[in-house]
C-alpha cells in the first residue's frame, strides 16, 4: 500500500481511509470471548449460529422496535457483509434490477455483479444525499426486484427520517420489490435525527425486508466478523443454506463476545457515539473553512464527505482520486475518493480517528489548498 510505503520512508501518514473505529474492543465483550476459550467452547456450532445469540439478536431488535422475530428469523453471518452477499446472491437471478443509490457502500455494486444482477443507480447528489421516496418510484421497472438501502450511510454519512423510510418501503411493496436495509451503523446517528430500523416498520411492510446487522462498528469488533440477518423465514432458510456451505457458520468464541456485546452494559456504545459527534462538531466546520471545500454535517455513521469540486478547479485537479493521490502523497494524508463510491467531486473522510490526528488532517489539507492552487 503507497501509504505504507511513505511510512516506511519516514512520513508520518495520517490515515483517514479506514471504515473502522479507532477504539479498541470493550473489556467485557473481551472477557466473554476469554471465558470461552477456557471452558473450550471452540467447536463447530449450528451453522445459524448458537440459539442464545439468536434470541440475544431477536431480543436486542424486538425491544428497541417494537417488533417481533423469532430466532427462526435469525442467522448468525460471519459480519454484515456476508449478511448482504448471502442475502442478495439467494434473491437475485441473471437480468434481475437492483436499485441502489448512487454514492453508496461500495460493496453492494460489485455483490450484485456477482449475482449477475443489473444495478440501478439512483442519483442522491441533487438532494445533498438524501433518498426520497419520489427518486425510489421514478427508478422501479417491471425488472426491479430489490432495494438496498443503508441508513446511517457510508459514504455519505446521511441519516433517512423514519417516516420517509416508511414511504420508501411502502412504494417497494406496493411494486412487489424485496429490500434488504443495511443497519451497520445503527446506533451511530447524532440528535436531533433518530436511531431507526426496518423493525419499527409494521408487520406486512417489514416481511418483505431483511434486516443485515452487524457488531463490527457498534462494539468496535470488525475483526470478529459477526453480524446477522433478520427477515422473512423463508429467505433466511435460503440465506442458511449459502452459509452451512460456504463458511458454515460465525467463529465460536465470537459468538460466545456477541452475546455479551448484546446483552450487557451499552454504555461503551454511548461514550463512542458521544466522541464521534466530538469530533464532526470540530472537523466539519473546520473543513468549510478551507477555500474551495464545503461539507454537511453528518446525520450518522462516522465520515464527512465534502464537497471538493471548488479545490479541484483552484487546484487544477481533473478528478476527485487526483486529489485523494495528491493528499497521499505529498501531504501524506490518506482518504477515499468520492469517485469510488460514485460520486465523482467528493472524498470520504473518517473521523474515526483522534483529534489530534483529525487537527493535522486539516493543517495539511488546507497546506494543499494554498500550495497548490494554479
Ligand atoms: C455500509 C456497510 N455495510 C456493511 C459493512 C460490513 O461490515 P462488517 O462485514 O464488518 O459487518 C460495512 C463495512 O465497512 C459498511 O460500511
Redesign the pocket.
Request: charged share 20%.
Given at each position: 500500500m503507497a501509504a505504507d510505503k511513505l511510512r516506511a520512508q519516514g512520513v508520518t501518514v495520517i490515515d483517514l481511509g479506514v471504515?473502522?473505529p479507532d477504539f479498541s474492543t470493550p473489556v467485557h465483550i473481551k472477557d466473554a470471548a476469554k471465558r470461552a476459550l477456557d471452558e473450550n467452547f471452540t467447536k463447530y456450532t449450528t451453522s445459524a449460529g448458537i440459539l442464545p445469540l439468536r434470541q440475544a439478536v431477536c431480543d436486542y431488535i424486538n425491544s428497541n422496535f417494537g417488533s417481533d422475530y423469532t430466532p427462526e428469523q435469525c442467522c448468525i453471518t460471519v459480519?454484515?457483509?456476508?449478511a448482504?452477499f448471502s442475502g442478495v446472491v439467494s434473491l437475485i437471478n441473471p437480468g434481475d434490477d437492483v436499485l441502489l443509490e448512487k454514492p453508496c457502500?461500495v460493496?453492494f455494486p460489485e455483490i450484485v455483479n456477482f449475482a449477475e444482477g443489473r444495478n440501478v443507480m439512483i442519483d442522491t447528489e441533487p438532494t445533498d444525499f438524501h433518498l426520497t421516496t419520489e427518486m425510489v418510484k421514478a427508478a422501479i421497472t417491471p425488472k426491479s426486484k430489490l432495494l438496498i438501502i443503508?441508513s446511517p450511510?457510508?459514504p455519505t454519512g446521511r441519516v433517512i427520517d423514519p417516516a420517509e423510510f416508511r414511504r420508501i418501503i411502502e412504494v417497494c411493496v406496493e411494486h412487489g420489490l424485496w429490500v434488504i436495509s443495511?443497519e451497520?451503523?445503527l446506533q451511530f446517528v447524532y440528535p436531533p435525527h433518530r436511531v431507526n430500523s426496518a423493525a419499527a416498520l409494521p408487520p406486512e411492510l417489514r416481511s418483505r425486508v431483511l434486516i443485515?446487522g452487524?457488531?463490527?462498528?457498534t462494539y468496535a469488533m470488525?475483526g470478529w466478523?459477526v453480524?446477522f440477518t433478520l427477515g422473512a423465514k423463508e429467505w433466511v432458510t435460503e440465506i442458511l443454506k449459502i452459509q452451512s456451505q460456504s463458511a458454515t457458520m460465525a467463529a465460536s468464541i465470537a459468538q460466545k463476545a456477541a452475546i455479551a456485546a448484546l446483552t450487557e452494559t451499552q454504555e461503551p456504545v454511548k461514550e463512542m457515539l458521544a466522541e464521534y459527534r466530538r469530533r464532526a462538531e470540530w472537523f466539519v466546520p473546520a473543513l468549510n473553512e478551507i477555500p474551495g471545500i464545503q461539507c454537511s454535517q453528518p446525520e450518522g455513521a462516522f465520515y464527512a464527505f465534502p464537497n471538493i469540486k471548488g479545490l479541484m478547479k483552484a487546484c487544477g485537479l481533473a478528478t476527485s482520486k487526483e486529489a485523494a493521490d495528491l493528499l497521499l502523497h505529498k501531504y501524506g494524508v490518506v482518504c477515499t475518493d468520492g469517485g469510488a463510491f460514485g460520486a465523482e467531486g467528493y472524498l470520504r473522510l473518517s473521523y474515526a480517528n483522534s483529534m489530534e490526528a483529525l487537527r493535522e488532517a486539516v493543517e495539511r489539507i488546507k497546506k494543499m489548498a494554498v500550495e497548490e492552487a494554479k
Amino acid at each position: 500500500m503507497a501509504a505504507d510505503k511513505l511510512r516506511a520512508q519516514g512520513v508520518t501518514v495520517i490515515d483517514l481511509g479506514v471504515g473502522e473505529p479507532d477504539f479498541s474492543t470493550p473489556v467485557h465483550i473481551k472477557d466473554a470471548a476469554k471465558r470461552a476459550l477456557d471452558e473450550n467452547f471452540t467447536k463447530y456450532t449450528t451453522s445459524a449460529g448458537i440459539l442464545p445469540l439468536r434470541q440475544a439478536v431477536c431480543d436486542y431488535i424486538n425491544s428497541n422496535f417494537g417488533s417481533d422475530y423469532t430466532p427462526e428469523q435469525c442467522c448468525i453471518t460471519v459480519g454484515g457483509k456476508q449478511a448482504i452477499f448471502s442475502g442478495v446472491v439467494s434473491l437475485i437471478n441473471p437480468g434481475d434490477d437492483v436499485l441502489l443509490e448512487k454514492p453508496c457502500w461500495v460493496s453492494f455494486p460489485e455483490i450484485v455483479n456477482f449475482a449477475e444482477g443489473r444495478n440501478v443507480m439512483i442519483d442522491t447528489e441533487p438532494t445533498d444525499f438524501h433518498l426520497t421516496t419520489e427518486m425510489v418510484k421514478a427508478a422501479i421497472t417491471p425488472k426491479s426486484k430489490l432495494l438496498i438501502i443503508n441508513s446511517p450511510s457510508n459514504p455519505t454519512g446521511r441519516v433517512i427520517d423514519p417516516a420517509e423510510f416508511r414511504r420508501i418501503i411502502e412504494v417497494c411493496v406496493e411494486h412487489g420489490l424485496w429490500v434488504i436495509s443495511d443497519e451497520c451503523y445503527l446506533q451511530f446517528v447524532y440528535p436531533p435525527h433518530r436511531v431507526n430500523s426496518a423493525a419499527a416498520l409494521p408487520p406486512e411492510l417489514r416481511s418483505r425486508v431483511l434486516i443485515s446487522g452487524s457488531l463490527s462498528k457498534t462494539y468496535a469488533m470488525t475483526g470478529w466478523r459477526v453480524g446477522f440477518t433478520l427477515g422473512a423465514k423463508e429467505w433466511v432458510t435460503e440465506i442458511l443454506k449459502i452459509q452451512s456451505q460456504s463458511a458454515t457458520m460465525a467463529a465460536s468464541i465470537a459468538q460466545k463476545a456477541a452475546i455479551a456485546a448484546l446483552t450487557e452494559t451499552q454504555e461503551p456504545v454511548k461514550e463512542m457515539l458521544a466522541e464521534y459527534r466530538r469530533r464532526a462538531e470540530w472537523f466539519v466546520p473546520a473543513l468549510n473553512e478551507i477555500p474551495g471545500i464545503q461539507c454537511s454535517q453528518p446525520e450518522g455513521a462516522f465520515y464527512a464527505f465534502p464537497n471538493i469540486k471548488g479545490l479541484m478547479k483552484a487546484c487544477g485537479l481533473a478528478t476527485s482520486k487526483e486529489a485523494a493521490d495528491l493528499l497521499l502523497h505529498k501531504y501524506g494524508v490518506v482518504c477515499t475518493d468520492g469517485g469510488a463510491f460514485g460520486a465523482e467531486g467528493y472524498l470520504r473522510l473518517s473521523y474515526a480517528n483522534s483529534m489530534e490526528a483529525l487537527r493535522e488532517a486539516v493543517e495539511r489539507i488546507k497546506k494543499m489548498a494554498v500550495e497548490e492552487a494554479k
